[in-house]
């Protein structure tokens, strides 16, 4: 069940990065100075950080083996 929710997120996560809805949209600025489009991306550059760090934390150690932080040497 885990794994099919990861496989999902990284779905989710690839189809909102094709957002035509913001494409020529120079207004409304947020926060008075962001164009829409770059808040966007801007969000979406964390949204897919966190979801990295998910996948590393949960999947590369169900692969590895190996547990989050622990000592190699």
């Known amino acids: ?3 099919l929710g990861l496989i999902a997120g990284v779905f989710v996560v690839y189809l909102l990065h094709q957002d035509f809805w913001f494409w020529r ?3 409304p600025l ?3 100075v962001l164009p829409v489009g770059l808040f966007y991306h801007a969000a979406y550059t964390l ?3 966190a979801l990295m760090g998910v996948l590393v934390r949960i ?3 169900q692969i590895t083996g190996d547990a989050a932080g622990e000592d190699r040497g």
């Open 25 to 27: 949209a120079v207004k």
């Open 47 to 49: 949204a897919v950080a």
């Open 59 to 61: 999947a590369w150690t």
């Open 30 to 32: 947020v926060l008075g």
């Open 1 to 3: 069940m885990r794994k």
